[in-house]
């Protein structure tokens, strides 16, 4: 009995080894350095959130600016810039870049056009056929009625041909050059041999070409003054004082 009483007990000894001790609650107590790096992290944070996106980058690039640009052609006929539109007060320099390179363009057209209307009133005419069956000899002498002759196919292709010159301009103006909306001259021709195949202009000096640049200017107005002339005396007869039936 007495060898059964110590066997239980040494078994009890040995199992109460085998459960953990209990341990006391321990209570952290916030210390004041533990508190300042809280907060700290905290302030990094809100700054962090409140601090403003970063501006974009500046341009790489410098337009022409809006009075170099203005500055041609002089005023000599009117004494001063004649815009009673204020256009040329509209947008930034890249609008005023975008506006005379237009300008230039649509002058070299209607110079081209007036020429034309001129030739054909004057009864020149250009050996050959213009489309089978139609010979460049019987094409009417009136602008207009000489436009509705021409076949349609071949509007197209004069449409065509233009948007071509067009398209390739700006690619050679972003390729071969500076672009005129990038300090690039407005209204210069990039398209290779479409204009002054010869190199006339090479041999010239800066000041010839800005003289160059302001006579075409002119010039290219006065063209869209004529044509849009003929245009109207050929729509509605009479509307154009001392103008004869073109």
Request: net charge negative; aromatic share 10%; glycine share 10%.
């Amino acid at each position: 009995m007495k060898l059964s009483l110590v066997t239980f007990a040494a078994l009890a000894g040995a199992t109460s080894a085998f459960v953990p001790a209990p341990q006391a609650n321990v209570v952290r107590v916030a210390t004041p350095v533990f508190m300042a790096e809280e907060e700290a992290a905290t302030e990094e944070a809100a700054e962090e959130e409140a601090a403003p996106a970063p501006a974009p980058a500046a341009p790489t690039y410098t337009c022409m600016s809006r009075e170099a640009i203005l500055a041609e052609p002089n005023t000599i006929e009117f004494g001063q810039k004649w815009d009673p539109l204020g256009l040329s007060d509209l947008g930034s320099d890249e609008t005023i870049a975008w506006f005379r390179h237009a300008e230039v363009k649509h002058g070299r057209v209607a110079m081209a056009a007036f020429v034309g209307w001129w030739a054909v009133g004057a009864g020149l005419r250009l050996p050959g056929e213009l489309a089978t069956g139609l010979d460049f000899a019987s094409i009417p002498s009136k602008g207009l009625e000489a436009w509705d002759a021409v076949p349609g196919w071949g509007k197209a292709q004069m449409l065509l041909f233009a948007g071509l010159i067009e398209f390739h301009d700006e690619l050679f103006h972003s390729r071969r050059g500076d672009h005129y909306l990038r300090g690039g001259v407005p209204g210069k021709n990039m398209v290779p041999g479409l204009y002054d195949p010869l190199g006339f202009s090479s041999k010239k000096t800066p000041e010839q070409l800005a003289r160059g640049r302001s006579v075409e200017i002119k010039n290219g107005r006065l063209a869209m003054i004529g044509f849009a002339g003929l245009w109207a005396e050929a729509s509605i007869s009479g509307s154009v004082p001392f103008q004869p039936d073109c």
